[in-house]
């Protein structure tokens, strides 16, 4: 994998400044649209199209408002330096060259930004869905991965390139109609993998198998489950779809019904100094909180399940290890704004009772 920039790049990295950026890398697809034709953010340009990988994808969890460091570069583990679309990765790359690229047009943008597009799209499974990283790496990452959003952010980016939607009026009318193509194909798999219990849809596992469609587990806190964060994003994005089919409709209200019917009451997550004074966090009962939901549900039962890195199922918060209490969200209130606000307004929309 390559993480230097192409000759064909030399001029353009020439002509921007390599300052620290002002702009921290979580706000850099949240600026004005003049800001992306200043200097800053041409820096910034210059800095991400220099950690593209050969394969036309970005590494995750990595700040590229600066230039690849030596550290870097002399970094060998794979998920530091593999192209995926995990933790955002790759999408927000996109985005961000997208909006450089409209504010003021180059040659080696217009290259760094196909050159990702179509590794998204070459990076797509037949089925529909996406791995996480991409060329394949054996083990879970070669699920179809809806963990963090990951292939929701795919889909929502190329469903916004097939529209020809600001940042991607540049795209030309093959691009668009590729990324709709593979936008179907998503839709089709998500549909697919949706789990069904006792005959009704429920929602989805944040992974699953790319071969049978079945729930899937990842790392050992992981587990084969129902998920009551991944799914919420997965069903904003089919309350999105223009003109719904029958079966997008019935895929949300499963799930809609569902989350209504999974909610924790009584129960807040508190974090609170041990007894040693470090960091800890524990579920504490409260009749007056409000609605929580948990991250994993057990297939068929839909108890809440917490599970460490011993990978042993438990049915309470506070038996796991401190590491993952702290480190890890499993409670929380990921559908409520979904629940009162998204699903009215679709419901309005499409005229549906």
């Known amino acids: 994998m390559r993480c230097g920039a192409p000759i064909a790049t030399v001029l353009f990295l020439a002509a921007t400044v390599a300052a620290p950026a002002a702009v921290r890398w979580n706000d850099i697809n949240k600026q004005s649209a003049d800001w992306y034709a200043g200097d800053e953010a041409r820096a910034i340009a210059a800095s991400i199209v220099q950690y593209q990988t050969s394969e036309g994808g970005w590494p995750k969890n990595t700040d ?10 002399a970094e060998t583990k794979f998920d530091h330096r593999a192209p995926t679309i995990d933790n955002d990765a790759t999408t927000t790359q996109l985005t961000y060259l997208a909006h450089a690229r409209t504010a003021k047009d ?6 760094a930004f196909d050159r990702g597009f179509d590794y998204l799209l070459a990076a797509q499974y037949p089925n529909g869905g996406w791995p996480q990283y991409f060329p394949l790496i054996p083990g879970y990452y070669t699920h179809i991965t809806f963990n963090d959003d990951a292939m929701v952010n795919v889909l929502v980016f190329l469903r916004d390139v097939s529209r020809g939607e600001a940042p991607y009026a540049f795209t030309t ?5 590729r990324a709709s193509a593979a936008v179907e194909k998503g839709i089709a798999c998500v549909l697919r993998t949706q789990v069904k219990q006792e005959g009704n849809l429920t ?3 944040a ?6 469609f079945a729930p899937a587990p990842a790392r ?5 489950s129902l998920s009551g964060a991944e799914s919420v994003g997965l069903v904003r994005f089919l309350m999105n779809i223009e003109h719904p089919a029958p079966e997008v409709i019935a895929a949300i209200e499963g799930a809609v019904a569902w989350f209504k019917a999974v909610p924790i009451h009584g129960l807040r997550v508190d974090d609170t100094p041990g ?3 470090k960091k800890d966090r524990h579920a504490v009962a409260d009749p007056a909180a409000p ?8 297939l068929g039962t839909n108890r809440p399940i917490f599970t460490g890195r011993d990978k042993v199922i438990r049915y309470d918060f506070n038996e796991i290890e401190r590491e993952r209490r702290t480190g890890y969200n499993y409670l929380k209130d990921w559908p409520a704004s979904m629940l009162e606000k998204d699903c009215p307004r679709w419901r309005v929309k499409n005229k549906l009772p």
């Open 291 to 298: 609605a929580i939901w948990a991250r994993f549900y057990e």
């Open 203 to 205: 929602v989805w596992c």
């Open 106 to 111: 180059d040659m080696t943008l217009r290259a």
């Open 275 to 277: 007894a040693d004074g």
């Open 64 to 73: 590229m408002t600066a230039p690849p460091s030596a550290a870097f570069l």
């Open 207 to 212: 992974q699953h198998d790319e071969t049978t």
């Open 220 to 224: 050992n806190f992981q587990p084969v």
């Open 173 to 177: 009318t093959e691009q668009r109609v």
